[in-house]
């Protein structure tokens, strides 16, 4: 099963990304981790993420697809976060997928407000010395300031305060958006709704999908 994820920033996109692909034995695959990797290798691409900006739209997905060719292998499933973001590059993965006898089976949107959303990054923890992700609501860390991993000091992320996360979901709102309703009219979608807790919200996922969920 191939899967896309989508959602807007802060609605929990990597940890179910994470569960799913366990639970499916997905491959999972994140353009922020493929991003900074390029950027090792490209000075260009690595100004461009430093200063914030998106790598333009057409080179992303040369380059997401190159990447697609040479290491997945054939026969392996996938799972996308973060890609695609546009229209165009949602055609050219699934020409890709296609090529290899796939498709995309599902597209799932996780659905969350602005205001749930600041909420819950306002809560966002991050180790300084390992970088282990705590939530002081949803998942929190046994002492608020200490990481439980390695007993690093626990700070808030510069960009998770309401100025910068209302900026990123606005940019998001206009990019992200116009993919989820071209996919929407195609009846591709599957929403789910974000603002409820980790475990409630896997098993609302693997229901649409149509996977049994373990009892406990
Ligand atoms: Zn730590």
Known sequence: MNIVLLGPPGSGKGTQAEKLSDKLNLLYLQTGDLAREWAEKNKRIKSIIESGKLIPEKEMTAFVMQYLEETVPPERDIL?????????????????LTKRGK??????????SEGAIIKRLSA???????????NLVTNPPKNKRVCDKCGG??????????????????????????????LDRKGL????????????????????????????
Request: glycine share 4%; with cysteine; proline share 3%.
């Open 80 to 96: 996308f976060e973060g890609f695609p973001r546009f229209v165009s590059q949602f055609k050219s993965y699934q020409e890709w």
């Open 189 to 216: 979608v599957i929403k789910v709704n974000a603002d409820r807790p980790i475990e409630v919200i896997f098993k609302d996922i693997l229901k649409k999908l149509g996977v049994k969920s373990d009892r406990n």
């Open 103 to 112: 498709k995309i089976d599902a597209v799932i949107f996780l659905d969350s």
């Open 124 to 134: 966002r923890r991050i180790c300084d010395k390992c970088g282990e992700v705590y």
């Open 153 to 182: 000091r626990l700070i808030l992320r510069k960009d998770d305060n309401p100025d910068s996360i209302r900026i990123r979901f606005k940019y998001y709102h206009g990019n992200t958006q116009k993919l989820i309703e071209y």
